[in-house]
């Protein structure tokens, strides 16, 4: 098998942060703002490989793993190169998904992701960036918190408490359709981040 590192040079980028060609054990599972991710064939492992120009945050968030690693809702890191990182791959739904295709979304499950932030500021960190695609429901039902390279900044995140209190205000109403038109979530999305949305302000 090849090592990380011939894994993560494997992959071609076009000039549109797009793959163009990659090893053939790997499958792309996700594209960020600053990276893909891929999973790799008979492994329980994604590599995580940075967008030129973002290659610094590889060696800050492998960090934060570390700190982060004795609360068992984050994934674990293997490996650090300079534009990669090789964690646990998670077999499950991000939120996004979990709300497109009809997942039921527990108050348990807002309450465990709740405890792990806790956990995270407990260690000091500033849990930050916490949307929809960087929480995820894994096939066996726990959860799991991904994309921690923000949580050392010192600027407060409203997005959890905001994504708490929609699903308390209107998720969990018996009237609240449980299963939203992907298009239709990805404008909500768009309008919640221009700030748009009067009582959930970022
Ligand atoms: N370990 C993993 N297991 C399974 N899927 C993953 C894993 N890591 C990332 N993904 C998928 O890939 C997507 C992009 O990953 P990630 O959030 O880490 O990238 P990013 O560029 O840092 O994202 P952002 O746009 O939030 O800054 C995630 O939303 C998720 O769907
Ligand atoms: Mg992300």
Redesign the pocket.
Known sequence: MSTYLELANSIIVKNNNRVKSCDKSLTL???????F?FRIESTTK?I?VFFPGFEHIAKEETEIYHVLKDITQF?SVYEQGRNYIV????EGD?LFECLTNGTVITSGHIQEIDDALSLASDLGLNPS?I?L??L?IASNGEIKL??V?RYRQTKDCKQWSNLKKAHLQLYRKRYFVKKIPKPFLNMLAFIYKKGLIPTYRL
Not at 87 to 90: A, S, V
Request: proline residues 4%; glycine residues 8%.
């Open positions: 599972i996700g594209t960020g703002r600053s990276a991710v994604a995580k994934p964690m646990d791959y998670i991000t960036d949307h695609r960087n995820l991904i994309d390279a």
